[in-house]
């Protein structure tokens, strides 16, 4: 019997997204969203999936948000871990890929269409060049993309973990501030969840205030009622540093096939976002900055780009053209 979809995932600390995927299309289908909390192992998850659904598959794949090297699977964030071989036949599957999160979404990409994505700046997208992916959520995730021998490669790496490099007064303070309670700071310490946090607490201590213990959320919102000076400052200056940091990846490979920003934070504000610093810090490069000018940089607007991705990769995989 001829197989018509795929199992795909997006398993990251806190939920595990599960659907189908149609093998001719793309098309993805039957999503379902469960806790991570509730269940003991990511194989409990994807049994409760499949037993609850009709479609028999063969073939899954599986974006985590972990680095993946080989066989055996540890969750930064969750205490799931699990040999990928040993779950394969455990579920009875012909294949099953385990990839890193922001590998499905740089391979989502491709099969974006327009209304999946907001431009922001820069000229039209050219065909044959390298892709920059980031974006901010638990953590920062980056991944750039090429195009070779008509098929996609995605180079998944730790980017986000690079040191932070501030370039204004504002932000050398808050780097200092920021230094002293952690000691190494990388990007990531800024552009994340937690991040915004960090970025609350190193404007205000600069200024020699204590700041008040508020969460990711509590300063969004306060930012975006315009109820709290500070909260908007750093959701300012937090816009600002995702440009810069969105230029340095640009700079590294000449993404002029575009940078694209994907994770769950921006489109929580997209509307500020847009309006903010974002784009005149992304093209600050100094000597550099015509350099950039031309580069598109893309809004990920669609809701599931790893979910998406990973039935990409499999497609790809499988032997399916994606564009």
Same mark, same amino acid.
């Given at each position: 019997?001829?197989?018509?979809?795929?199992?795909?995932?997006? /398993?990251?600390?806190?939920?595990?997204?599960?659907? &189908?995927?149609?093998? =001719?299309?793309?098309?993805?289908?039957?999503?379902?969203?469960?806790?991570?909390?509730?269940?003991?192992?990511?194989?409990?998850? !994807?049994?409760?999936?499949?037993?609850?659904?009709? +479609?028999? /598959?063969?073939? =899954?794949? !599986?974006?985590?948000?972990?680095?993946?090297?080989?066989?055996? $699977?540890?969750?930064?964030?969750?205490?799931?871990?699990?040999?990928?071989?040993?779950?394969?036949?455990? %579920?009875?599957?012909?294949?099953?890929?385990? *990839?890193?999160?922001?590998?499905?979404?740089?391979? =989502?990409?491709?099969?974006?269409?327009?209304?999946?994505?907001? +431009? *922001?700046?820069?000229? +039209?997208?050219?065909?044959?060049?390298?892709?920059?992916?980031?974006?901010?959520?638990?953590?920062?995730?980056?991944?750039?993309?090429?195009?070779?021998?008509?098929?996609?490669?995605? #180079?998944?790496?730790?980017?986000?973990?690079?040191?932070?490099?501030?370039?204004? @007064?504002?932000?050398?303070?808050?780097? +200092? /501030?920021?230094?002293?309670? %952690?000691?190494?700071?990388?990007?990531?310490?800024?552009?994340?969840?937690?991040?915004?946090?960090?970025?609350?607490?190193?404007?205000?201590?600069?200024?020699?205030?204590?700041?008040?213990?508020?969460?990711?959320?509590? *300063?969004?919102?306060?930012?975006?009622?315009?109820?709290?000076?500070?909260?908007?400052?750093?959701?300012? #200056?937090?816009?600002? &540093?995702?440009?810069?940091?969105?230029?340095?990846?640009? &700079?590294?490979?000449?993404?002029?096939?575009?940078?694209? *920003?994907?994770?769950?934070?921006?489109?929580?504000?997209?509307?500020?976002? &847009?309006?903010?610093?974002?784009? $005149?810090?992304?093209?600050?490069?100094?000597?550099?900055?015509?350099?950039?000018?031309?580069?598109?940089?893309?809004?990920?607007?669609? @809701?599931?780009?790893?979910?998406?991705?990973?039935?990409?990769?499999?497609?790809?995989?499988?032997?399916?053209?994606?564009?």
């Amino acid at each position: 019997m001829q197989q018509t979809h795929a199992l795909v995932g997006d /398993v990251g600390g806190t939920n595990a997204r599960l659907a &189908l995927c149609d093998l =001719a299309s793309g098309a993805i289908t039957h999503s379902r969203t469960f806790s991570a909390a509730d269940h003991p192992s990511l194989e409990a998850v !994807i049994r409760l999936y499949l037993d609850e659904s009709s +479609q028999a /598959v063969r073939q =899954a794949c !599986i974006a985590i948000a972990c680095p993946v090297q080989g066989d055996w $699977v540890a969750m930064t964030n969750h205490c799931w871990e699990f040999s990928i071989e040993e779950m394969r036949q455990n %579920l009875g599957l012909e294949k099953l890929f385990v *990839i890193n999160d922001f590998t499905a979404v740089s391979m =989502a990409i491709p099969v974006l269409g327009e209304a999946d994505r907001i +431009q *922001i700046g820069g000229d +039209q997208p050219q065909p044959g060049k390298p892709i920059a992916i980031y974006g901010a959520g638990t953590g920062l995730g980056v991944a750039h993309l090429l195009q070779a021998g008509g098929e996609w490669i995605s #180079l998944p790496g730790e980017g986000g973990h690079v040191d932070f490099s501030s370039n204004s @007064e504002e932000e050398d303070a808050v780097l +200092q /501030v920021m230094r002293g309670e %952690l000691g190494h700071v990388s990007a990531e310490r800024f552009l994340s969840g937690p991040g915004l946090v960090n970025l609350y607490r190193g404007l205000v201590k600069s200024d020699g205030r204590e700041p008040e213990a508020l969460e990711p959320k509590d *300063i969004t919102e306060r930012a975006l009622a315009d109820s709290c000076l500070d909260c908007r400052r750093t959701l300012s #200056l937090f816009c600002v &540093l995702m440009g810069r940091f969105g230029g340095n990846l640009a &700079l590294n490979m000449g993404t002029f096939g575009g940078v694209y *920003i994907a994770g769950g934070i921006v489109p929580r504000f997209q509307d500020f976002f &847009l309006g903010s610093g974002f784009r $005149v810090a992304f093209e600050d490069k100094g000597r550099f900055k015509s350099y950039l000018h031309g580069i598109p940089v893309f809004l990920i607007t669609h @809701e599931g780009p790893g979910l998406l991705g990973a039935g990409a990769y499999l497609r790809q995989a499988m032997g399916y053209r994606l564009s």
